[in-house]
């Protein structure tokens, strides 16, 4: 695969009901098996992030297309999320908030399984988002191009019109040893951090178990 490709996707936060969480997550394994099997043309991959210790309501999908018309496709609604949806709905505490956006893609190698990975948010200063971009640009194709053994993908959620310096990273490793100690005292990072720090008003991150989906998984 191409190191950058432009994609589409979401970041969806559902809050769940109170001692339902384990059945969502077997509803949500099965609603993604099926978005990646065949039957949602162009469903590139999706990883399930599992709830956090001060969050354990709290249940965050990953999930990727072609183009804005593959994903639309999806939301429409198709059957597979009306399946979803019949499932889940009644165990969700509101309405799941969507970030729906176009996507940079950088992959090494992504494959199905438990995995490890953080969601990051970055406040970009006022006139800055092009030139921190392209830092995260060069950040990305060197953490994927094997100088970080088991970082597996990367995703830049863009700026929305809504949220123009705003900016969101997912990133994933094989395992938690692989993003720290490995990544996190990297020389990769520190050159990034050095660059862009002056750049963002504020960085918010995030770490997670995930359980992550490809196209035929």
Do not use: C
């Not at 394994?29 to 001060?54: C, M, S, V, W, Y």
């Not at 709905?89 to 190698?109: C, R, W, Y």
């Not at 191009?145 to 700026?159: F, H, K, Q």
Request: charged share 30%; glycine share 6%.
């Amino acid at each position: 695969m191409s190191m950058n490709e432009n994609r589409y996707g979401i970041i969806a936060e559902l809050k769940i009901q109170d001692g339902k969480m384990e059945e969502v997550i077997k509803l949500a394994q099965g609603h993604f098996e099926r978005q990646l099997d065949g039957r949602e043309p162009n469903a590139t991959g999706a990883a399930i992030l599992k709830p956090l210790a001060d969050e354990p309501n709290m249940l965050r999908f990953w999930e990727q297309w072609k183009t804005k018309e593959d994903y639309d496709a999806h939301a429409a609604p198709n059957d597979n999320l009306k399946v979803f949806f019949e499932g889940a709905g009644p165990h969700l505490d509101g309405a799941p908030n969507l970030i729906v956006s176009p996507m940079e893609h950088f992959e090494k190698q992504a494959t199905p399984g438990q995995k490890y990975g953080i969601l990051v948010e970055v406040a970009v200063k006022d006139g800055k988002m092009e030139d921190f971009m392209e830092l995260a640009r060069e950040h990305f194709q060197r953490q994927l191009d094997g100088r970080e053994e088991n970082a597996t993908l990367a995703s830049i959620s863009v700026p929305t019109d809504e949220h123009p310096n705003t900016l969101r990273f997912f990133e994933q490793w094989e395992s938690q040893a692989d993003y720290d100690p490995a990544h996190t005292e990297s020389e990769n990072l520190k050159v990034f951090f050095g660059a862009a720090e002056s750049l963002m008003d504020d960085v918010s991150l995030k770490q997670f178990d995930m359980q992550h989906f490809t196209f035929d998984s």
